[in-house]
């Protein structure tokens, strides 16, 4: 190589001939611990009108990703052509190296390296410049890691990932929610909070935290609890379908012993009546590791008869999964949890392009605006008198339904869809299932046609649900199109 003029050379040519052999040759395994050209992001997708396409210029894309093990981002170094600077690519490879949550980043011209440490010792400067032969072993980029992350039991944080042989792999915020939690179980934390917008695969993700904790038997009897039917469902056939005969779904309000994994309701374990309560059927330390599906749902209130569960179980590694984190003068994720390990937010989402942005329309409906006061001696559909005050926004389904101004609603909707595409998949958020149910009886009738054609064109989703088919169900949630935002349903 004495002969060729690095200017002439591209950035591949770069990495080919002179930075993945300094890596190799500091004890790097190129088959498992060098990723190449590792795709972060697919960048965000822009709408306009009715039209979307992907910002692919906005696409985050690491030219190498180091690994202690696969699943198990270290390092992050960034190549640009000889006609740039050693550092030049730098500040990039530090960027992505926040993403990922290591601390070490690097750049190289093929001259040799610059190098970012967030973790320096000894008087050590946080930048440097260094040649080619003097490239961090795995070892040093370990030792930075683990003070980090402040990782003290390293068999438990190594347990592998499942692999299927598919080529599927977390994506780099899943990875790095999986990888907090363990090491957050590594260092005795047992109350675990993660933060993961809905859409975000915080299944999938749940699957590989109790995968690993399961496979290195530091947990070795599971429940997951979830407050549908259709998640357990659908759980048990796709994602968690690698546990195969270990794992089952608590049926007939029994839990069987004999199965490592229990995916369950809490509708199903517990209830207002001491006799509903069958968790209390098994001993407090009969599980080592909960994972609560949308915590903030239940599980928050301290009066919350779901929270019976947690309390009862509360030797056991519990790990709390929400996309909405509950803070209010009544409830607190916060308090029971502690703060989260990991957030993963709707607008980092959409800003990374793993979600879609939505429009919101915003319907100004009479009554909402200017509030609703009924006529002396006014009855309600049952023949009960009516308070006579005004009632307002606040009030619209929770103590006053107004069945014009369901219908109104339903027909708005049905007119925004006949205009747009009325096959979208749409989403709509109700008070409870009552109103749910309201909801979809006015949908079906402004709807007509379309409705009598297709049975399951609008269906109530509620946790009440028996009828629902999971294929179905799923497909509708990932392929939702925009969000329709009504003063209903603030």
């Not at 198990?72 to 190549?79: G, H, K, N, R, T």
């Not at 209830?271 to 749902?297: M, Q, T, W, Y």
Request: aromatic letters at 8%; hydrophobic letters at 35%.
């Amino acid at each position: 190589m004495e002969n060729i003029n690095k200017k002439d050379l591209s950035e591949i040519d770069i990495c080919d001939l002179y930075i993945t052999p300094a890596i190799k040759d500091a004890g790097w395994d190129q088959y498992t611990q060098i990723r190449r050209e590792v795709t972060l992001t697919p960048g965000p997708i822009v709408v306009r009108g009715e039209m979307s396409a992907r910002n692919k210029k906005k696409k985050k894309f690491a030219d190498y990703v180091l690994h202690k093990e696969p699943g198990i981002p270290i390092a992050v170094v960034e190549a640009k052509d000889n006609n740039k600077s050693i550092s030049h690519g730098l500040q990039q490879a530090i960027g992505y190296a926040a993403i990922l949550q290591v601390p070490s980043a690097l750049s190289s011209n093929g001259d040799g390296f610059a190098s970012h440490n967030d973790v320096p010792e000894n008087g050590e400067d946080i930048e440097t410049e260094f040649p080619l032969t003097a490239f961090p072993s795995p070892e040093v980029i370990w030792k930075r890691y683990k003070k980090r992350h402040g990782i003290v039991e390293e068999e438990l944080v190594l347990q592998p990932y499942h692999d299927d042989g598919s080529g599927k792999e977390p994506r780099y915020y899943q990875t790095d929610a999986i990888n907090r939690t363990i090491e957050a179980v590594a260092r005795g934390q047992n109350r675990i909070l993660l933060v993961m917008a809905t859409g975000t695969g915080k299944t999938y993700t749940t699957f590989q935290i109790i995968w690993r904790l399961w496979k290195a038997r530091r947990a070795k009897r599971i429940l997951f609890l979830v407050d549908r039917n259709i998640l357990a469902d659908q759980t048990l056939i796709n994602d968690f379908k690698p546990f195969g005969s270990v794992m089952t779904k608590i049926r007939n309000r029994k839990i069987d012993p004999s199965y490592e994994i229990q995916l369950g309701l809490y509708q199903a374990i517990t209830g207002p009546d001491e006799a509903d309560k069958i968790f209390k059927n098994v001993s407090r330390d009969f599980f080592d590791l909960i994972v609560i599906d949308e915590c903030h749902r239940g599980s928050a209130a301290e009066d919350a008869s779901w929270r019976e569960i947690l309390e009862y179980f509360s030797g056991a590694i519990q790990v709390g999964m929400t996309a909405t984190p509950k803070e209010t003068k009544y409830a607190s994720n916060i308090t029971y949890f502690g703060e989260p390990v990991y957030t993963y937010t709707l607008k980092t989402g959409i800003e990374d392009g793993f979600l879609a942005p939505y429009k919101v329309i915003r319907i100004n409906i009479d009554k909402d605006l200017e509030g609703w006061t009924p006529e002396p001696g006014m009855t309600d559909d049952l023949g009960n008198p009516i308070e006579e005050r005004t009632y307002s926004q606040a009030d619209m389904e929770r103590m006053l339904v107004l069945n014009k101004r369901t219908k109104l609603v339903a027909k708005r909707v049905m007119q925004y869809l006949n205009a747009t595409d009325p096959y979208s998949k749409t989403i709509i958020f109700c008070e409870d299932i009552d109103h749910a149910e309201r909801m979809r009886r006015a949908i079906v009738n402004a709807a007509g046609k379309i409705a009598t054609e297709n049975h399951r064109y609008v269906m109530r989703i509620t946790g009440d649900s028996v009828e629902e088919k999971p294929n179905w169900i799923i497909s509708s949630i990932l392929k939702v199109s925009f969000l329709l935002s009504l003063p209903l349903l603030n």
